[in-house]
């Protein structure tokens, strides 16, 4: 499972655990504050685990609320009738690919990984440029040089 996706206090809870069993395998490492003694997550502390869980939720609080004003913005930006996400389309440079990708494509003569070598590009980004110029799903005629 990707780290982002689970809660944060899941995350530090499994990290506790494992400082505790294997400490050797985890980065995480207990603390102990010099001034402050209840700042302590040492197993030598009564109320470790009780700081442990408190940070745990201040960290998914401060989480939420990233997430909560993230949307907002989003939904704000929306309202306005600002266009979210990137640009549609290729740019300037693309679009003369695009252009040698049909041709190339109408000529038949080169095989596709002859083609994407040539134009220095994915084969991906060859079928998207074909996309682009309206060739999607026809078939290439080829021709064999004597």
């Known amino acids: 499972m990707k780290e982002k996706t689970r809660p944060i206090l899941q995350q530090i ?11 050797k ?6 603390f102990k504050s010099i001034t402050e003694p209840f700042l302590d997550t040492t197993d030598k502390s009564s109320h470790s685990q009780f700081i ?7 960290a998914q609080l401060e989480r939420d609320i990233i997430i909560e004003r993230t949307k907002a913005g989003l939904e704000s930006a929306r309202r306005r009738g600002k266009v979210l996400g990137a640009p549609k389309g290729i740019s300037k440079k693309n679009q003369q ?13 080169l095989t596709v990984t002859e083609i994407c070598e040539r134009l220095e590009i ?5 079928y998207k440029y074909l996309r682009y110029r309206g060739l999607d799903g026809k078939l290439r005629p080829y021709k064999l040089s004597n």
């Open 13 to 23: 809870l499994e990290m506790s655990y494992s400082v505790k069993t294997k400490p």
């Open 25 to 30: 395998k985890c980065s995480w490492k207990s």
């Open 52 to 58: 442990v869980n408190m940070f745990a939720a201040l």
């Open 97 to 109: 690919k695009a252009v040698l990708c049909e041709e190339y494509f109408n000529e038949g003569k």
């Open 122 to 126: 994915s084969r991906a980004t060859y």
